[in-house]
């Protein structure tokens, strides 16, 4: 049995979730309905914006990577970096989380001291 959640159910639990804390969030691009990945684009009032991917790990778990981080001197490199993206993976999910600390809700904790 796979135990992996089908992606527009993730990407629907995501969406509200921000939301219930007052974020705004927004699917980018659609992928296959449940068996798809997903690309996570983290910022901040659309600014600094991180791409999180979901890879297979050393110790054989699937975790959350930064797969990309914006150039403010070069914003179109990340928008060209999310187009290449989708278009090597047909069933790729790009989905916006615009909120504070976005990454915890793909389970990413920041500790800035």
């Known amino acids: 049995m796979d135990e992996r959640l089908p992606a527009h159910l993730e990407v629907s639990g995501l969406i509200r979730a921000v939301q219930a804390e007052g974020g705004f969030a927004t699917v980018l691009a659609k992928g296959e309905r449940d068996a798809g990945t997903l ?17 297979p790990l050393l110790d054989g778990t699937r975790g959350w990577v930064l797969s990309k981080e914006q150039n403010t001197d070069k ?11 989708k278009r090597q993976d047909s069933d790729l999910w790009i989905v916006e989380l615009d909120i504070a600390n976005a990454e915890r809700f793909i389970g990413i904790v920041h500790c800035n001291n």
């Open 39 to 55: 690309m996570i684009l983290c910022c901040e009032n659309g600014t600094k914006l991180r791409a999180y991917e979901r890879m």
């Open 75 to 85: 914003p179109e490199e990340f928008a060209d970096f999310c187009e290449r993206r």
